[in-house]
């Protein structure tokens, strides 16, 4: 009886082994046939991936990188844009995105414009001309900007827009960009960011509002807000965590536009200026000190929305004046 017991058992743990090496077999079998379908599956991904990099290094080369200035060191300490009486400089310019948030910017721009006024009366302030549809001109924006001091863009990110799409505002909207996928064009927003900052890395100073020298560009203060849309009652704050929604591929029309304005005023622009990413520009931007309207609104310590934001914007425009 013994024995008989010993050799079933001896017999059921080899069948277990057995079907213990079929099912490993039949899981190593499936799972290499999964492998081969999803490599099957990706492999024109990546092709296609690798295609579309490729176009759009070539549409770099051809549009953008033409205007490279081979001799242009990152510092570009050789070049001075031509010297200016400090009388003749204006103090700041308050920049919105018109053509994006609509009626909404241009009430904003000119609540800040009035305030700092307000505020520091003395100060020469800097109006962006339109066009009748509402966009600034980009050749008037550098005639304007490269005789300003201080720039103030106004960096807005709305949740939903005024027609009900997600991701609005100056900022927010350039989440809808692709440029690896052809989904490009020439923001206006984006293209007074790019001028301003390349005029910021030849001139500017780093210093804080009201402290810097008058010379060109020297001070760039943003002002960043965020709500649910243009018109919400309150205010929140920038969604950071939101900026990995930008590309990280270079807008070759706004990127070219920016390298041709900039070359017709003397003005050098190297490739590593070139080739900055929508993300890596507006990046830039945001590493500055900014002014956080929502901050200035919870700072007020006013219970009341409305009267909330209108003193975030009496102490932007002091932040603006440096007063």
């Known amino acids: 009886m013994k024995q008989m017991d010993a050799l079933q058992r001896q017999a059921q743990l080899e069948m277990q082994n057995r079907m213990t090496d079929q099912f490993g077999q039949a899981m190593r079998e499936t799972f290499a046939h999964i492998k081969d379908v999803v490599l099957a599956v990706q492999k024109p991904q990546r092709a296609d991936l690798a295609g579309l990099g490729l176009a759009h290094e070539a549409r770099m080369r051809a549009e953008v990188l033409a205007y490279c200035d081979p001799a242009t060191r990152p510092t570009d300490t050789h070049f001075r844009l031509p010297e200016r009486p400090a009388s003749e400089l204006l103090d700041s310019v308050v920049s919105v995105a018109h053509a994006v948030d609509g009626e909404a910017a241009t009430r904003l721009g000119q609540r800040l414009f009035a305030q700092v006024a307000a505020v520091a009366p003395e100060m020469l302030q800097l109006r962006i001309a339109e066009d009748p549809d509402g966009r600034s001109s980009a050749s008037r924006f550098l005639e304007g ?13 709305y949740l939903i827009d005024e027609r009900n799409e997600p991701n609005g505002g100056s900022v927010g909207r350039l989440a809808r960009m692709d440029p690896l996928h052809e989904v490009d064009y020439v923001d206006d927003f984006l293209l007074e960011m790019l001028m301003a900052l390349r005029l ?7 210093m804080t509002a009201g402290a810097a020298p008058k010379t060109t560009l020297a001070t760039i203060l943003p002002i960043t807000v965020c709500a649910e849309r243009p018109y919400a009652p309150t205010i929140q704050p920038f969604p950071r965590e939101k900026i990995h929604l930008l590309s990280n591929r270079a807008s070759v029309d706004t990127n070219a536009l920016a390298a041709r304005l900039l070359a017709s005023a003397g003005i050098p622009t190297p490739e590593y200026f070139l080739r900055l990413s929508i993300r890596e520009v507006v990046c830039k931007f945001l590493d500055l000190p900014c002014v956080d309207l929502c901050k200035l609104a919870a700072d007020s310590g006013n219970p009341e929305p409305k009267l909330a934001i209108a003193a975030a914007h009496t102490a932007a425009a002091r932040l603006i004046a440096g007063v």
Request: hydrophobic fraction near 40%; aromatic fraction near 16%.
């Open 200 to 206: 910021h890395q030849l001139f500017g100073t780093g």
């Open 145 to 157: 900007v490269v005789r300003t001091v201080q720039y103030n863009p106004v960096m807005s990110w």
